[in-house]
């Protein structure tokens, strides 16, 4: 009887156990368009003060703004006779991406190019949006907010969740 009454107890708390609800977090909680609307204009508002503290530290980078939100500048020019880079030409660029705090995510082997097709590939969105600012032979360094970047989630290997990219961008041919 005494183990029957044992069997029970146990039966019953396991059971019980299994339908208990989280005490911290209201029964009627959901998520909606309002709070992811609020989580993105937060994380927009940190990452602009951390993108100006950094340029306050490196006065150095005269920085223009885009609508989008990307910082670049073109610190090695060519003649203006060039043509600038145009949407769905391939580019072979040298690339250095590094996280605000100097940490270097990837680059370009020395001796190598990367080709891309400008707007049409996995690369960076604001690597193709200052791509279509450049001509052949230029070099921009930019500052990428996460969501031009990698967002949310980062790369999964080498750039952390929402990291702010510091990029060294060359444009070394273009056809």
């Not at 993105?40 to 990452?47: D, I, K």
């Amino acid at each position: 009887m005494l183990r029957l009454l044992y069997l029970f107890l146990l039966s019953f708390s396991l059971l019980s156990a299994c339908k208990r609800t989280k005490p911290d977090t209201p029964k009627n909680t959901k998520w909606s368009n309002a709070h992811s609307v609020d989580f993105n204009q937060e994380l927009s508002a940190r990452e602009e003060i951390k993108i100006n503290t950094f340029l306050a530290h490196y006065r150095e980078l005269k920085m223009q703004k885009t609508e989008s939100g990307l910082r670049y500048m073109i610190y090695q020019k060519v003649a203006s006779g060039l043509p600038l880079a145009l949407d769905g030409q391939r580019a072979a660029i040298q690339v250095v991406v590094k996280t605000l705090d100097q940490k270097v995510c990837y680059q370009t082997p020395k001796d190598e190019v990367e080709w891309l097709s400008i707007a049409h590939s996995e690369k960076e969105t604001g690597i193709h949006e200052v791509l279509l600012l450049m001509r052949k032979g230029e070099s921009a360094k930019l500052i990428l907010p996460s969501y031009l970047g990698h967002g949310l989630l980062g790369d999964r290997q080498s750039i952390p969740p929402q990291s702010i990219l510091y990029i060294d961008l060359k444009l070394i041919e273009l056809q």
